[in-house]
């Protein structure tokens, strides 16, 4: 079973600012495999990125995903006052990692 | 558009066995580009998955739920069902069903879930 870590816990920043959010894999996936979602309060989770690096549709530009192997991030290149959520990745449509909360400095 | 309901009890007695349908509209459980699934949140925590089914009936459970979990599909009625039995405080949390495709593209197969219920609040 792949076990997902994500990196860091928390990131305050401030609208504008570019955040870059890291979630590594217990052992070497497929990039293919790999999704990001964003999730606010009181709402399901929305898939931002699939495949490591493919945007979902209706996804703005300013968020990108990059990564192979083992190491995966995501980036978000000027913050807009909506994207302050936690954002999880997942493997395989199954395990999801613990979660990264970008909150407002 | 594919869109995904939950529907069942929202309290639960320890012991007992939670059950949850989730109903499926403007697509077809019958898809073979679809893995139904579903997921928790207990509150104030991370995304757990519970366990997906595919079009044929498999089905693949989170090894530490696996011995109290039952996943099932009705395509007559277009609908998949979560059971979890004696269930604890400890499985109270928000239940969300999702639908996870499966497409095979340029030489890789790609899994993700773009399609997801509101959720459903359980409380044992």
């Known amino acids: 079973e792949v076990v997902l870590s994500q990196s860091p816990d928390t990131l305050s920043l401030s609208p504008g600012e570019r955040a870059t959010l890291s979630c590594r894999a217990s052992q070497t996936i497929s990039s293919s495999y790999l999704a990001w979602y964003q999730q606010k309060p009181g709402q399901a989770p929305r898939l931002l990125i699939f495949g490591a690096s493919n945007r979902a549709a209706g996804i703005p530009d300013r968020f990108s995903g990059s990564g192979s192997g083992t190491d995966f991030t995501l980036t978000i290149s000027r913050l807009d006052p909506e994207d302050f959520a936690v954002y999880y990745c997942q493997h395989y449509g199954r395990s999801f990692g613990p979660g990264a909360k970008v909150d407002i400095k | 558009q594919v869109q995904l309901q939950e529907s069942g009890p929202g309290l639960v007695r320890p012991s007992e066995t939670l059950s949850l349908t989730c109903t499926v509209s403007g697509g077809s459980t019958r898809s073979n580009s679809y893995y139904w699934g579903w997921i928790r949140q207990p509150p104030g925590k991370g995304l757990e998955w519970i366990g997906s089914?595919?079009?044929?009936?498999?089905?693949y459970y989170s090894p530490s739920l696996k011995s109290r979990v039952t996943i099932s599909v009705d395509t007559s009625e277009n609908q998949f069902s979560l059971r979890l039995n004696s269930v604890t405080a400890a499985d109270t949390a928000v239940y969300y069903c999702?639908?996870?495709?499966?497409?095979?593209?340029?030489?890789?197969?790609?899994?993700?879930?773009?399609?997801w219920g509101n959720g459903a609040t359980v409380t044992v």
């Open positions: 999702a639908g996870c495709w499966v497409g095979y593209y340029e030489g890789s197969y790609y899994y993700y879930m773009d399609v």
């Open positions: 089914i595919n079009y044929s009936g498999g089905t």
